[in-house]
């Protein structure tokens, strides 16, 4: 009750700042150990910043001006295409999953070639490119020696677009156009599975990509003989 009564005292952006962090996944890099050989190590500078961002704070000594002409801000930053932040941040999360998928599954590839179109009728909006490719193939993650494509999106929840949407309509929104573009495309003509691992800048996960990584913990936990809390943390 008395959470409730603050976050209703907040300015509406501190709000949705609050109401962002809550999203599952959005604070487990608070409690990481900060382990310098896996990259987890923050700077003071870095680590404040990233609090900052956290709750909408303002940080200091932002540049006037971006590169590409506008204004320079936070929310600017996280989707202006000048200066390769969006490619980087997207290439970065495919290659950690195609790596830990490599524990657990065969044939992993990133960026693989779909097969092109041989007469498959496809849905309206698919992606029928005959050089269309997906983030990720892995096979048997889902069904043993299935064949399961993984496609990556990060978006921003407070692009001027989302402003007036919901988190989870926001999710809802990008996990349907995956889908739209590439499950029946995979489905026919690869006869295999699609699963859209759609994220926010602020660290929240769609709920495909929570069923992907609850059964990417499962199968890691297994072969290490871990326990799945554990490994899903």
């Given at each position: 009750m008395q959470c409730e009564q603050v976050r209703e005292s907040l300015p509406s952006k501190t709000e949705r700042a609050v109401e962002l962090t809550t999203e599952k996944g959005a604070s487990?890099?608070?409690?990481?150990?900060?382990?310098?050989?896996?990259?987890?190590?923050?700077?003071?500078?870095?680590?404040?910043?990233?609090?900052?961002?956290?709750?909408?704070?303002?940080?200091?000594?932002?540049?006037?001006?971006?590169?590409?002409?506008?204004?320079?801000?936070?929310?600017?930053?996280?989707?202006?295409?000048?200066?390769?932040?969006?490619?980087?941040?997207?290439?970065?999360?495919?290659?950690?999953e195609a790596e830990m998928l490599r524990m657990v599954?065969?044939?992993?590839?990133?960026?693989?070639?779909?097969?092109?179109?041989?007469?498959?009728?496809?849905?309206?909006?698919?992606?029928?490119?005959?050089?269309?490719?997906?983030?990720?193939?892995a096979r048997g993650f889902w069904d043993r020696q299935q064949s399961a494509f993984f496609d990556v999106r990060v978006c921003h929840p407070n692009a001027d677009s989302y402003r007036e949407l919901s988190a989870k309509q926001i999710f809802q929104l990008h996990?349907?156009?995956?889908k739209r573009q590439y499950s029946r495309r995979v489905l026919e003509v690869e006869q295999g599975t699609f699963t859209p691992l759609v994220f926010t800048s602020t660290g929240g996960m769609a709920d495909e990509c929570k069923r992907f990584h609850s059964r990417l913990a499962e199968l890691l936990a297994l072969k290490k003989g871990d326990d799945y809390a554990t490994t899903i943390s």
């Open positions: 487990n890099w608070l409690t990481v150990i900060p382990i310098k050989e896996m990259n987890f190590n923050l700077n003071k500078r870095e680590f404040r910043d990233a609090i900052k961002l956290r709750y909408d704070w303002e940080i200091a000594d932002l540049p006037a001006m971006c590169t590409c002409g506008d204004l320079f801000t936070v929310d600017h930053a996280m989707v202006c295409r000048h200066g390769g932040l969006i490619i980087q941040r997207h290439n970065e999360i495919r290659d950690l599954c065969t044939d992993v590839e990133t960026e693989p070639v779909l097969q092109e179109i041989t007469g498959e009728e496809l849905n309206r909006g698919a992606n029928k490119a005959p050089d269309a490719r997906l983030d990720v193939h996990e349907n156009e995956k």
